[in-house]
């Protein structure tokens, strides 16, 4: 399974910002996906994931900014932001698994910087 990230970038606060990651190889069985993030000297936290049936989970930080989601028929996975914030800035990977559990497969990443 690969996953490659894009969509990241430098936004001025308040702006939006569309993730997408893109699924290669082995992934029919995959139907747990997730968005992480990492911050500078911080430990790298999850932002939001997907399980199959659509059921989603967020962050307290993110909940109703952020939205992901996926399509099966272009085999993606998006984040969408809305409202970013300085302390949204990051490194984002795109992450997934056989199952609601940590993440097996990962992306390389993806720079999001917020400006105040």
């Known amino acids: 399974v690969q996953l490659v990230e894009s969509g990241g970038g430098l936004v001025q606060a308040g702006g939006s910002l569309r993730l997408s990651c893109a699924l290669s190889?082995?992934?029919?069985?995959?139907?747990?996906m997730a968005w992480y993030r990492q911050a500078p000297g911080k430990e790298r936290e999850l932002v939001a994931d997907i399980i199959s049936g659509g059921n989603t989970n967020y962050a307290d930080s993110v909940k109703g900014r952020f939205t992901i989601a996926r399509d099966n028929a272009k085999n993606t996975v998006s984040l969408q932001m809305n409202s970013l914030k300085p302390e949204d800035t990051a490194v984002y990977y795109c992450?997934?698994?056989?199952?609601?559990?940590?993440?097996?497969?990962w992306g390389q990443g993806t720079q999001v910087t917020v400006s105040s």
């Open positions: 190889g082995s992934f029919f069985s995959i139907n747990y």
């Open positions: 992450a997934a698994n056989y199952g609601r559990a940590y993440p097996r497969y």
